[in-house]
């Protein structure tokens, strides 16, 4: 596919540094929850539109957000992530190649077998969008544009991206962002005085939620997060057997993206700038991947004519060089 | 989608690409040579010297990759592999995240600006676009739609089937450093012993 040579990589920081700052907050914040609390469950439902939340004994999404880490069980996490999801699928929708979509099921599946946490219902999605973005949601939503697919040599370079999103997942970023974006009162303020004179709390507390959801894709994740999961993508890539250096291949184009680019805005905007990821990314391999060798099949190869798949080419393992 | 097929065909289309790597003859970027180093004859640091190649020196790219190394030219016309480590951007500047283009978006995104203008993100009003931050401010929920991507699901097992047919194997790789993070990297979460690569006792899971 085309493949922009006009690229320019450029950062915006995807942090969370205004609820970082406004920590103090947390305790006016604190309040807002008790109000938001005797509204009693339900909030779930709010967002879903309908579907009951599942174990709601008062324990809404908000007040859920408040609580330590330890507190979010894996089915929350997971509740929480499907209306993340609902969100990204209510922007773009998924694209319609259900061959592709498999694949990229497949694909990602594979990957998240070689993560800490192998056993979470993974849901994989293309979305019909051509730009260039990638977003994970909590409990194992994973979605990527058709953009980027497109604009992906090979699949090794897929692979380093659905591994540095799958690190997201779990390391429960977007569910630490989401939390610290509550506790600090981000969208929950403008709350505190409405919230006593209106009938219409529902829908506020709806609207907060949402406010709370947009945020994390929008503003973006910690500098600190997107580190790791540059890091921990290209071990977790290695070890489901792609070429280690599918994801420093595509910061390299990423790093020429200029910033005006229509396609990336949002991923510049939200991710530290390419060349800090793979001076980075450098530091911590050093040159011990380079021997590794390892799949470099091509998406188009995976996706084959008809249904006959190629088997992969065996990548040559390349002389091991000495580390450092 | 079949997997398991692996006729004449499918042999000819691997040995084919085994044989012509990636190719997009439109991908012609300059790049600067980070450090001294060697231009080799092969994507391999036993590759032979085909020259010389002198830090911040400009390096036209190719698309060929090879592992660690992909295919350059310098300006005196010779042609070879550089490791990617060995590359930085065209402007010379060692960090990219100091240059001014970047710090234009940077206020946008919020660490100075502390504003939530989720619609303040994108910029350009010509062609075609990508979803971007006011496509998310506007969304409303689709629950039905994960729904529906839930069905697309796949489990451990067939997840372990495609790979077999894709000649993938689950290996163990050499622990990676955790070297600190780079100084402009605020936005440490407080919370959360595990989240923090810099923290010496951080492992990933």
Same mark, same amino acid.
């Given at each position: 596919?085309?493949?922009?040579?006009?690229?320019?990589?450029?950062?915006?920081?995807?942090?969370?540094?205004?609820?970082?700052?406004?920590?103090?907050?947390?305790?006016?914040?604190?309040?807002?929850?008790?109000?938001?609390?005797?509204?009693?469950?339900?909030?779930?439902?709010?967002?879903?539109?309908?579907?009951?939340?599942?174990?709601?004994?008062?324990?809404?999404?908000?007040?859920?957000?408040?609580?330590?880490?330890?507190?979010?069980?894996?089915?929350?996490?997971?509740?929480?992530?499907?209306?993340?999801?609902?969100?990204?699928?209510?922007?773009?929708?998924?694209?319609?190649?259900?061959?592709?979509?498999?694949?990229?099921?497949?694909?990602?599946?594979?990957?998240?077998?070689?993560?800490?946490?192998?056993?979470?219902?993974?849901?994989?999605?293309?979305?019909?969008?051509?730009?260039?973005?990638?977003?994970?949601?909590?409990?194992?939503?994973?979605?990527?544009?058709?953009?980027?697919?497109?604009?992906?040599?090979?699949?090794?370079?897929?692979?380093?991206?659905?591994?540095?999103?799958?690190?997201?997942?779990?390391?429960?970023?977007?569910?630490?962002?989401?939390?610290?974006?509550?506790?600090?009162?981000?969208?929950?303020?403008?709350?505190?005085?409405?919230?006593?004179?209106?009938?219409?709390?529902?829908?506020?507390?709806?609207?907060?939620?949402?406010?709370?959801?947009?945020?994390?894709?929008?503003?973006?994740?910690?500098?600190?997060?997107?580190?790791?999961?540059?890091?921990?993508?290209?071990?977790?890539?290695?070890?489901?057997?792609?070429?280690?250096?599918?994801?420093?291949?595509?910061?390299?184009?990423?790093?020429?993206?200029?910033?005006?680019?229509?396609?990336?805005?949002?991923?510049?905007?939200?991710?530290?700038?390419?060349?800090?990821?793979?001076?980075?990314?450098?530091?911590?391999?050093?040159?011990?991947?380079?021997?590794?060798?390892?799949?470099?099949?091509?998406?188009?190869?995976?996706?084959?004519?008809?249904?006959?798949?190629?088997?992969?080419?065996?990548?040559?393992?390349?002389?091991?060089?000495?580390?450092? | 989608?079949?997997?398991?097929?692996?006729?004449?065909?499918?042999?000819?289309?691997?040995?084919?690409?085994?044989?012509?790597?990636?190719?997009?003859?439109?991908?012609?970027?300059?790049?600067?040579?980070?450090?001294?180093?060697?231009?080799?004859?092969?994507?391999?640091?036993?590759?032979?010297?085909?020259?010389?190649?002198? @830090?911040?020196?400009?390096?036209?790219?190719?698309?060929?990759?090879?592992?660690?190394?992909?295919?350059?030219?310098?300006?005196?016309?010779?042609?070879?592999?550089?490791?990617?480590?060995?590359?930085?951007?065209?402007?010379?500047? @060692?960090?990219?995240?100091?240059?001014?283009?970047?710090?234009?978006?940077?206020?946008?995104?919020?660490?100075?600006?502390?504003?939530?203008?989720?619609?303040?993100?994108?910029?350009?009003?010509?062609?075609?676009?990508?979803?971007?931050?006011?496509?998310?401010?506007?969304?409303?929920?689709?629950?039905?739609?994960?729904?529906? @991507?839930?069905?697309?699901?796949?489990? @451990?097992?067939?997840?372990?089937?495609?790979?077999?047919?894709?000649?993938?194997?689950?290996?163990?790789?050499?622990?990676?450093?955790?070297?600190?993070?780079?100084?402009?990297?605020?936005?440490?979460?407080?919370?959360?012993?595990?989240?923090?690569?810099?923290?010496?006792?951080?492992?990933?899971?």
């Amino acid at each position: 596919m085309h493949r922009n040579s006009g690229w320019k990589r450029c950062a915006g920081v995807a942090t969370l540094f205004a609820a970082l700052a406004a920590a103090p907050l947390a305790a006016h914040s604190q309040n807002v929850m008790n109000i938001l609390n005797s509204l009693g469950g339900g909030l779930g439902s709010a967002i879903t539109g309908g579907k009951p939340a599942p174990a709601a004994q008062g324990d809404d999404l908000i007040s859920l957000l408040t609580q330590s880490m330890e507190n979010i069980d894996e089915a929350k996490e997971i509740e929480i992530g499907r209306q993340l999801a609902a969100l990204l699928l209510g922007a773009k929708p998924a694209h319609p190649d259900m061959a592709l979509q498999r694949y990229v099921n497949r694909l990602g599946r594979w990957i998240s077998l070689q993560s800490p946490r192998p056993g979470l219902p993974w849901t994989f999605v293309v979305l019909d969008d051509p730009g260039y973005n990638a977003f994970a949601a909590p409990g194992g939503y994973v979605f990527v544009t058709k953009g980027l697919i497109d604009r992906c040599a090979d699949e090794s370079e897929l692979a380093g991206i659905l591994a540095h999103e799958i690190t997201h997942v779990t390391s429960k970023h977007h569910l630490q962002a989401i939390r610290q974006s509550a506790m600090a009162g981000v969208g929950t303020q403008l709350l505190a005085s409405q919230i006593r004179t209106s009938n219409m709390a529902g829908q506020l507390v709806k609207d907060q939620l949402l406010s709370l959801f947009r945020t994390v894709y929008t503003k973006g994740l910690s500098q600190s997060d997107e580190f790791e999961a540059d890091r921990s993508g290209v071990a977790m890539a290695a070890k489901a057997g792609f070429d280690p250096y599918g994801l420093v291949s595509v910061l390299q184009q990423l790093r020429t993206v200029t910033p005006d680019n229509p396609m990336f805005t949002l991923t510049m905007s939200t991710h530290p700038a390419a060349q800090a990821r793979l001076d980075y990314l450098e530091q911590s391999m050093g040159r011990q991947l380079d021997g590794l060798g390892g799949s470099r099949a091509t998406i188009a190869q995976r996706l084959g004519s008809g249904n006959n798949a190629p088997p992969a080419p065996a990548a040559r393992p390349t002389p091991a060089k000495k580390a450092g | 989608m079949n997997w398991q097929h692996r006729g004449a065909l499918a042999v000819w289309l691997a040995f084919a690409a085994w044989t012509a790597p990636v190719v997009n003859a439109q991908a012609q970027e300059s790049a600067v040579i980070k450090r001294a180093t060697q231009l080799r004859n092969a994507p391999s640091d036993t590759g032979a010297s085909v020259a010389p190649l002198e @830090a911040n020196s400009v390096v036209t790219r190719s698309n060929e990759r090879q592992g660690a190394w992909t295919k350059v030219s310098t300006q005196q016309g010779a042609t070879g592999w550089v490791h990617m480590f060995d590359l930085g951007p065209q402007t010379g500047s @060692a960090n990219a995240s100091n240059n001014s283009a970047t710090s234009g978006l940077r206020g946008v995104g919020g660490l100075f600006g502390g504003n939530s203008g989720a619609t303040t993100t994108a910029t350009s009003t010509v062609g075609i676009r990508g979803l971007g931050a006011e496509d998310i401010a506007k969304a409303q929920p689709n629950p039905a739609a994960v729904g529906q @991507a839930e069905g697309l699901r796949v489990n @451990a097992d067939q997840a372990r089937q495609f790979a077999q047919s894709a000649s993938l194997h689950a290996r163990d790789v050499p622990a990676m450093a955790q070297p600190a993070l780079p100084s402009s990297g605020t936005g440490n979460r407080s919370g959360g012993s595990s989240g923090n690569p810099s923290d010496p006792n951080y492992s990933p899971n």
